[in-house]
C-alpha cells in the first residue's frame, strides 16, 4: 500500500479513430463528469534552455491556460540556495506549490536528485485530492538520479481512485530498461487492474524501445491512440525527437496536443504534452 507523506519542502487536435458503436453513447453531463484533463512537461528546471533565463514566472502563467486537472513534472526544483540568491525574482516556496498556487488544490513531490545547493525531481499537481503518494528511487548509477513519484487521487463521482505515475528515465539504454522494469513491477503490484491509471514523464525513448515492455501493462499512449504516431516533444523550438509520453489504462482518448510555438518554445527544451481523456 502507498503511504502518505507530508510535503514538507518545500487548438486540441481531434482524434482520428473511429467511433466505437459497441459501447453505449453517453450523455453530455456523464461525459463532463467522466472527463479528465493530463499533461506533462520537463519545465528544465524554470530555465529556458539556450539563455539560461529564469522562466517559472512565465511557464506558471501557461499552464494555466492549459486548463489540466492533473499536470505531471520533471526537474521540479524543490530547493536552491545559489539559484535564490542569483535571481531576485526566485520564488520562496519550492517550484511545485508555487505552480500549483490558487489552481491544483493538491501536489505531491519525490525528491530524486540531491546536491550541494539543492535538490529536484518529480512533482505531480492535482485539482482533486490526493489520498496517498509515494517516491520511488529507480536510479541504477551514481550519475543519474531518478525515480518514480506514484500518487493516489480521489476523483469526485468516481468508483475507483485514480492512479497517477509520474516518471523521469535515465539517458542510457540500459538504464531506462532496467528502470521500466520497475515501473512496471510497481504497477503490476500496486495499481489493480480496474483501476483507472495515467503514467506520464520524460521517458526519453528515442528509439522506442521500452512500448514491448509497457503494453504488457494494458497501456496505451494517447498520441499513438488519437493520431496514429506517438508525438516529437524535443528540442522545444524545433521538435524532432519523440522523448515524452502519456500513457492511460481505462480511458478512451478524447484529444491530445503538442503544445508548440514561440510561446512555449522559450520556457524549457521540452514541449509540453497535452490530453483529453473519458474514463470508460
Known sequence: MLER?????????PTTMAPDSSRPKRSASERKANGLAVATYNIHKGFSRF???????????????????????????????????RHALWPDSPQHEFLADEVWADFAYGKNAVYKEGHHGNAILSRYPILKWDNEDISTNPIEQRGLLHAEIAIPGWKRNLHCVCVHLGLFAGARRRQVEAVCDRIETL??????LVLAGDFNDWRDKLTDRLNELDVHEVFE????????????????LRLDRIYTRG????????HRGHGWARLSDHAPLAANLALR
Open 5 to 13: 507523506h507530508t510535503i514538507k519542502e518545500s487548438t486540441i487536435l
Open 51 to 85: 539563455n539560461g533565463r529564469m522562466m517559472i514566472h512565465h511557464l506558471r502563467d501557461h499552464l494555466r491556460v492549459m486548463g489540466a486537472d492533473i499536470v505531471f513534472l520533471q526537474e521540479v526544483v524543490g530547493s536552491n540556495t545559489r539559484h535564490a540568491r
Open 191 to 196: 495499481v489493480p487492474r480496474k483501476a483507472p
Open 225 to 240: 491512440t488519437a493520431h496514429g504516431r506517438i508525438a516529437r516533444s524535443f528540442p522545444a523550438r524545433l521538435p524532432i
Open 251 to 258: 480511458f478512451e482518448v478524447t484529444s491530445a496536443k503538442v
